[in-house]
């Protein structure tokens, strides 16, 4: 749903940049308080992930396919605010690398795919767990319905800025039927992918996923009838895996979906290109600023072979994103030991 330029206007793309603004200042001060020593460097990694599974688009029907926006699985794992700033990091590194997404529009995008996709899938996954039984197993679920309900989310919000600012004249029941129809679809493959993802950390280290924070209960003891909380176990429980042996196992998989896997993705255009295409959108589109980047279009200038420019792209756009990533929260986690120093706190 990377939304190019000369698809919404001037006006309204400047208004969307200020929203984004907003919405990045607030939740690089909300990332001060999920993140820790322990889940910053996994918020540089999930935005690796991201943009390497990105690169994975799935069929879905009459020539579409689509791919993971990454909202909801970023909230999921890191907290709303850090899941913000992880999309809006690949975004950034994906306009100005690949281009993929205008750079005029990249308020739009901002707006888009990493805060409506973040807001509406935490307010959902929050929703379900108030009312699903408490356990592992429902932060799964309540994953995969608030990953679905992300996606056509993001569908809605696009058709609205587009009957607000769109460039070309075309009947927005017609915009809403189309994008909506197969942003469904497309959710469904989003809610799998995040389903599994946050199913396959839980099971490892379920103390790093921030929707799953406060969800163990006590165990209890039957005495003369009755139950009472156990007492609290006098050593935590050893971790499975250790918070090193993750980051590795995840960056691997992010340079192997991204410099392997991605040679396989569906070529059929996405959501967004099919229904811009069907419809007429796309009329009025303009050349990407970074078009003539020696890594536009995902692939290595100079590199003949298709697949070894690819492999090359992906790989590239997986290291740099870690990197970015990791240096942005690694500040803001830094910012957060500064704020609650002996200074800050009055002590």
């Known amino acids: 749903m990377h939304v190019p330029d000369g698809f919404i206007d001037a006006p309204t793309s400047a208004v969307t940049g200020v929203v984004a603004a907003g919405a990045l200042a607030v939740s690089l001060r909300g990332a001060r308080r999920e993140l820790d ?26 020539g579409t396919s689509g791919h993971l926006l990454g909202g909801a699985l970023a909230a999921i794992l890191v907290g709303p605010c850090t899941g913000v700033l992880c999309v809006s990091v690949v975004l950034l590194m ?24 973040t807001v509406v899938s935490y ?11 408490r356990g ?16 056509p989310a993001a569908a809605v919000v696009f058709t609205l ?27 469904l493959g989003e809610a799998v992918i995040t389903a599994l993802t946050v199913g396959a ?15 163990r209960q006590r165990l ?11 007492p609290a176990p006098t050593a935590p429980v050893a971790a499975r895996t250790s918070r090193r042996a993750l980051w590795v196992t995840g960056l691997v998989t992010s340079l192997v979906l991204a410099g392997f896997v991605s040679f396989y993705a569906s070529s059929n255009p996405d959501g967004l290109e099919k229904v811009a295409h069907d419809k007429g959108i796309d009329t009025k589109e303009r ?27 992906g790989v590239i756009g997986v290291g740099v994103t870690v990197v970015a990533g990791s240096a942005v929260f690694w500040a803001v986690r830094r910012r957060r030991g500064s704020d609650v120093s002996p200074v800050n706190t009055g002590l």
């Open 287 to 313: 050349k990407h600023a970074a078009a003539d980047s020696p890594l536009a279009g995902y692939g290595v200038r100079d590199v003949s072979d298709a697949r070894l420019s690819g492999c090359l792209a």
């Open 136 to 151: 592992r197993r429902s932060v799964t679920v309540a994953s995969f319905v608030a990953a679905l309900v992300s996606v």
């Open 123 to 133: 307010a959902v996954f929050r929703a379900l767990l108030a009312v699903l039984p």
């Open 201 to 215: 950390v839980i099971a490892v280290r379920p103390d790093l996923v921030h929707g799953a924070r406060g969800l």
């Open 94 to 117: 994906q306009g100005v690398l690949f281009a993929d997404g205008g750079l005029t529009a990249l308020g739009v995008n901002v707006t888009d795919m990493a805060l409506t996709t």
């Open 220 to 230: 209890k003891l039957r005495v003369n009838g009755g139950l009472v909380d156990a």
């Open 161 to 187: 800025l587009y009957a607000v600012g769109g460039t070309t004249d075309v009947s927005i029941g017609k915009v809403a039927t189309a994008m909506i129809g197969v942003h469904v679809l497309i959710g």
């Open 37 to 62: 020593e322990r889940t910053a460097p996994l918020a540089g990694l999930v935005a690796a992930f991201i943009f390497a599974v990105q690169m994975l688009n799935f069929p879905v029907a009459a």
